[in-house]
């Protein structure tokens, strides 16, 4: 077929629900996740008010911060928000199967950018989607391509679910040998925690004087933000949420940079910081947190708290386990990066 049109060979669905909506399964924006085909988050028999009806085989496209690339394939009929643009193929001129590596690829999504309109939440409209240009072959051709890229993606689902499973075996190896933290489960014996390890909250620093160019991670709540030429802690340490992301932990051995939005350990008391890590992870420290805005995690309330007090050998055995699934976790993202460069390549040449 050559070059054509998205607005030749597909379509924009309106159809709306007029009946009743119980038992539909919904979707918003936020289950649609990023650069991902399939969908596999929704939300059942829940109050909304939304209207728009979609049908299995259709694709979900965020419209709005198209920059997020979110878009997924409906496996079912549902409701969902106004702000996902239901597309659908014509059968004879866009193999349906085709349609979501169409939609799912880094020119389209481009594309849907250089459009959206609105500076805080920009949005695109179909008008202007329906406007892409890209390279279809005849419907023959089209087939061999919709089961390649099938393929592919399936291989690239299997390479996550091996990372997610990794991380499950470590969470179920600490609860192994450490049982619930919080529960102390295991009956070791307690001690206040600012025994265990003493937390101090972060530093702040301006983004205008930070260098980016150097190579100090700067941490925030969510982890690493940014880079600076200078550390502010020395040899390592772990990391928390202050404010914001709370209960998530880090973990670091280089020097680094914690933020006035984290917590950092000031001391560590001895213990070992690959443990500490998953300690306070499980710990749960999001259980003291305060405020219905942002929330906010103060050490004073948490510091007097009993944690178990662990032997070190054990704690030891721990970071070694991690060590070595952290090991896997590597190759395993490292060829998942191979794969997905590969997937998105071949995206760009038969579809760009």
């Known amino acids: 077929m050559g070059r054509v049109k998205l607005g030749e060979v597909a379509k924009e669905s309106r159809e709306t629900c ?34 728009k009806m979609f049908r299995k085989g259709q694709m979900l496209f965020g419209r ?21 643009t239901i597309i659908e193929a014509i059968p004879d001129k866009l193999l349906p199967e085709l349609l979501p590596f169409v939609v799912q690829n880094d020119t389209f999504f481009d594309f849907a950018v250089g459009k959206s309109e609105g500076s805080l939440s920009p949005r695109v409209k ?10 279809l072959p005849p419907l023959a051709e089209q087939k061999k391509l919709a089961e390649l890229f099938w393929a592919a993606n399936t291989t690239r689902e299997a390479y996550k679910k091996l990372l997610a499973a990794t991380d499950e075996l470590v969470k179920s190896r600490f609860v192994e ?32 004087q930070r260098d980016s160019s150097g ?26 949420g202050d404010s914001g992301t709370i209960g998530k932990v880090y973990y670091t051995f280089d020097d680094y940079w914690p933020l006035n939005t984290t917590l ?31 929330p906010t ?37 490292r060829t998942l990066d191979e794969l997905e460069a590969v997937y998105r390549a071949l995206l760009r040449e038969h579809l760009g």
């Not at 909506?21 to 085909?37: D, R, T």
């Not at 709005?64 to 969902?80: M, T």
């Not at 950092?264 to 306070?280: H, R, V």
């Not at 007097?304 to 993202?333: C, G, H, N």
């Open 18 to 51: 007029k009946d009743n909506k119980s038992g539909l399964p919904i979707v918003g924006l936020e289950h649609l996740a990023s650069s991902e085909v399939t969908l596999s988050s929704w939300n059942d028999g829940t109050d909304n008010t939304f209207t």
């Open 126 to 135: 179909w008008e202007q989607l329906s406007q892409f240009e890209f390279t």
């Open 215 to 240: 190579d100090i991670p700067l941490y925030a709540s969510n982890g690493i933000i940014d880079h600076h030429s200078e550390a502010k802690i020395l040899g390592g340490g772990v990391i928390t």
């Open 177 to 208: 040998m450490f049982g619930d933290p919080v529960r102390n489960s295991k009956k070791f014996p307690t001690t206040e925690f600012v025994n265990v390890v003493k937390m101090q909250r972060g530093f702040d620093l301006p983004v205008h």
């Open 297 to 333: 995690l103060n050490r004073n309330t948490f510091h007097s708290e009993q944690i178990i007090d662990v032997p070190f050998d054990l704690q030891t055995r721990f970071a070694d386990f991690v060590k070595q699934a952290d090991k896997s976790k590597l190759e395993l993202k």
């Open 264 to 294: 950092f350990s000031l001391k560590l008391n001895g213990n070992n910081i690959i443990y500490l890590a998953y300690l306070l992870e499980y710990f749960n420290l999001s259980r003291f947190a305060t405020g219905s805005g942002v």
């Open 64 to 84: 709005r911060r198209a920059y997020l690339k979110k878009a997924a394939l409906a496996p079912f009929d549902g409701i969902c928000s106004g702000d996902i």
